[in-house]
């Protein structure tokens, strides 16, 4: 990439003292600030630094034995609506005769980075494809649960840009040994669900747009243009001093603030990046976290309702483990259970699991970012960002001396039939305790505590059905089972 930091990007942060009591300590002074980490929506993928303090690697002593992952789609190029605005950017530009200097210098030359629109627009930029490859690479690695030539299923909304992005993951985590050209062996396959319709309800990886409720507790697109409006005004005046025959308004800054990331993933231009700084780019970032906060998180009372059952379906499958005979339906599904899907279907599941919406810092303030806000948009709803719950099987770490008798390899700890489970979750690589229940090794939580505290979020977000003001519709469904009854006539795409 040729982002390179300037002087202009650098900035203090203040002392953050870590909150988790088995790491004391605090993290703090001069740090390159880099904008594609605050980009919201726009920004490639970047593993979220850990908010906790909690440590990423597994605990020792544990192996994970079962895996499900919420995965947003790769990187992309802009939707049509978006495209449109780069190319009013892009026409005021060159019918203006104009001069301009400093960050701006590269206007005169800067042409939108789209150039075959019908293959382009709404699809997955190579960027994209990489972060999906590279996911699967990076799971096969982390816990190897499938062996070489064996099959994997995965479950992904049917727009084409997820459909690819479950692909490519496909094609990252089978891409081992010879089995490339092999018909029958180490061979993936994608279950195509609806997208994005109103009448899978609950039993799909898009369930918010079958909740006629949802959509009336979404306030988000006042709020984010409300605080748009607050600072990008200034923006526009503080950057029209380097040009001279040109005119920047506010809604071109916002335009040009969503270049940085999708220009950095589509062709590596970070120019748009260079142009703001960094208070800018918090202000940029945090009208995103209350367009996600109030429209399809924590700060939309339908949220949580939308998001339970698929966190319920994946709960129930940890509870009964990976080594089942007996399906609960016509199913087995492998112990990594993938569902790729959208960014708005992301936080609904943080809502469900009731976690970044501590009270001393929720509801998010539609004028005042409080820099201690778990709730960050970026550190979830980057391109192919997600929510990870991970199956741990814990036993007591090796003593420091461990002896081997010939001919038998040791078993790990978490391997033992002694061994007790736990859960715990990640969201973009980085740990997140669930609240009240951190008594496991590395603050996990015991299976049965889960549980028990996804049953009590489950009463206190509501049921889908009622929830949803579905009540008079008689095919409604309230439960996610499409991991183990893959509905009838779905496409499977084989691979
Ligand atoms: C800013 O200029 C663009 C043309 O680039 C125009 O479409 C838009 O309406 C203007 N916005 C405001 C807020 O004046
Ligand atoms: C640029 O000029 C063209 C041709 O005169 C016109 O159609 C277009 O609306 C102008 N665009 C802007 C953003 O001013
Ligand atoms: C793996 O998938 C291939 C292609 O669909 C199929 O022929 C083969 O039987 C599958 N293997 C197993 C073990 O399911
Ligand atoms: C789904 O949308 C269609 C078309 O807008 C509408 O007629 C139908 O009532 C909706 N169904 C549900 C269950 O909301
Ligand atoms: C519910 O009924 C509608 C209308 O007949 C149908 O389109 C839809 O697929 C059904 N949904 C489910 C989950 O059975
Ligand atoms: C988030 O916190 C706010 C304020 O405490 C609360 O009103 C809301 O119900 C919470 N949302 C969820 C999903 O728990």
Redesign the pocket.
């Known amino acids: 990439m040729r982002f390179s930091l300037s002087s202009r990007s650098r900035l203090t942060l203040p002392c953050v003292a870590l909150t988790v009591n088995l790491l004391s300590g605090a993290v703090c002074g001069q740090v390159a600030f880099n904008p594609l980490e605050h980009s919201g929506p726009a920004s490639p993928y970047f593993d979220a630094p850990s908010q906790s303090g909690i440590q990423v690697d597994t605990p020792a002593g544990c192996v994970v034995d079962q895996a499900a992952y919420i995965v947003r789609h790769g990187a992309r190029y802009p939707e049509p609506g978006s495209f449109a605005s780069w190319q009013s950017l892009f026409s005021k530009i060159q019918n203006a005769s104009f001069t301009a200097r400093g960050p701006l210098s590269f206007l005169p030359s800067w042409v939108p980075p789209v150039d075959d629109a019908s293959h382009e627009i709404a699809f997955l930029s190579a960027t994209g494809a990489a972060e999906a490859f590279g996911l699967g690479v990076g799971l096969r690695k982390r816990y190897g649960f499938t062996s070489g030539?064996?099959?994997l299923t995965v479950w992904s909304a049917s727009q084409q840009r997820v459909l690819d992005t479950a692909s490519y993951f496909l094609r990252g985590y089978l891409s081992q040994g010879s089995y490339l050209g092999l018909?029958?062996?180490?061979?993936g396959?994608v279950v195509s669900l609806p997208d994005s319709v109103n009448f899978t309800f609950a039993n799909s990886l898009t369930p918010t747009t079958s909740c006629p409720a949802f959509a009336t507790g979404d306030t988000s697109s006042a709020r984010a243009n409300a605080f748009r409006a607050s600072f990008q005004g200034a923006i526009a005046k503080r950057i029209n001093k380097f040009l001279d025959g040109l005119q920047i308004n506010s809604s071109d800054v916002g335009v040009m603030q969503d270049l940085c990331g999708f220009q950095a993933e589509i062709n590596g231009d970070t120019r748009f990046c260079d142009v703001f700084q960094p208070s800018e780019w918090l202000d940029y970032e945090y009208a995103d976290d209350l367009n996600y906060y109030y429209g399809s998180g924590p700060g939309n009372p339908f949220s949580g309702a939308t998001g339970f059952p698929l966190l319920k379906a994946i709960t129930d499958l940890f509870v009964l483990g990976p080594d089942r005979s007996t399906p609960f339906g016509s199913f087995v599904p492998p112990p990594l259970l993938m569902g790729f899907t959208h960014d708005n279907d992301l936080p609904p599941v943080i809502s469900a699991l009731g976690i970044w919406n501590d009270s001393d810092v929720s509801p998010l303030s539609p004028t005042t970012p409080n820099p201690k806000r778990h709730f960050r948009s970026s550190y979830l709803v980057a391109f192919r960002g997600y929510i990870a719950l991970e199956r741990l099987s814990c036993g007591a770490p090796e003593a420091p001396t461990v002896r081997h008798i010939p001919g038998q390899v040791n078993m790990q700890p978490g391997a033992r039939a002694d061994a007790a489970k736990f859960v715990r979750i990640r969201v973009n690589t980085s740990p997140v305790p669930v609240p009240e229940c951190t008594s496991g090794p590395g603050l996990t939580c015991p299976l049965e505590n889960f549980a028990k505290y996804v049953a009590k979020r489950g009463e206190s977000v509501g049921d889908y059905i009622t929830t949803c003001g579905l009540q008079d519709v008689s095919n409604a469904t309230g439960t996610a089972d499409f991991f183990t009854n893959i509905p009838a006539g779905t496409a499977m795409l084989?691979l």
């Open positions: 030539g064996g099959n018909p029958t062996e180490n061979r396959t084989l």
